[in-house]
């Protein structure tokens, strides 16, 4: 007996219409997924939106962070542009006042800072150390010719050189050597160089506390004038003194002579024109 077979076999024509029918269906399965998948997924602005909230919270920090300090920048220059004065505060009306341009004070007169460099004295504007106010020129008073200074005696010769004396001391504590100059003989040889000295110290410096007194007289005598008789009109005057030249200033340095020492001053006194003038003089010191 004979079984017939379950199917009959394809020929080759049968064969390719399969499989072209199989192609057919596939290509429209991908189709349709693909027209669902377009359909499923947003699109636009709606799109950007759910794409940027759907994010890992580890994002989301970071975005508040970028959106913190960007906000701290926009509020820091606001502030600093209120305090520089390029806009106004938020809700400030502008007055007269803030809007008038500011003005600045007018600044103090300052003190040099080389003030106070050598000793506690200030510089002038002339580059030397400033007398001390309580040891200005002002404060020393001129020597008054005393009376009996005015007697052509050797008594009054002898007042006339210790006031000679006291006039040398005031030249060189004030700088004013006229007192002494019109005492002097024109031709006196002491009193140009003690003159000379005293203004070359003065044209950059100063002196206070210079000072002389008589300890006693040596010598009080007719003087023997060269070429001359002896007369009274001239009468030689030693005096014994103890001195201390104080202190000194020249330019930016002070010297402090405090020390008293001795020292001998001889004067020749001549009676000329009712007064004692002083013809010659000389000083030495005794214990250098």
Sequence with gaps: MTVPPLFDPLD????????RDTTSREAGREADAE?????????GMRAHAQAWLHVEPFYWTMRVVYVCL???????????????????????????????P???????????????????????????????AQYAADTYTKPELPEEAKENTERGAEAAAEHYLALLVYAWNTGDTQPLADMSD????????????????YGNGWVFNN???????????????AGAEN????????LAINSSDGTICQNKNIYVHDQQYQSIFALVMTWNNDQWVVTQAGMEKTNE
């Design 12 to 19: 080759t024509e049968d064969e390719d219409q399969l499989r």
């Design 35 to 43: 027209h669902w998948d377009t359909r499923s997924r947003p699109s």
């Design 70 to 100: 960007a906000a701290g920048a926009v509020f820091a220059v606001y502030i600093n542009g209120v305090a520089e004065g390029w806009w106004h505060a938020w809700g400030e009306k502008p007055s007269v006042a803030a809007t008038a």
């Design 102 to 132: 500011a003005t600045q004070p007018t600044p103090a007169p300052s003190v040099s800072s080389e003030a106070a460099v050598s000793g506690g004295y200030q510089i002038g504007p002339d580059g030397v150390l400033v007398r001390p």
């Design 186 to 201: 024109s031709d006196s040889k002491f009193a140009h160089e003690v003159t000379q000295r005293i203004s070359d110290l």
């Design 211 to 225: 000072s002389s007194a008589v300890e006693h007289v040596l010598k009080l005598e007719p003087a023997e004038l």
């Design 231 to 238: 007369t009274s009109d001239a009468v030689t005057v030693v």
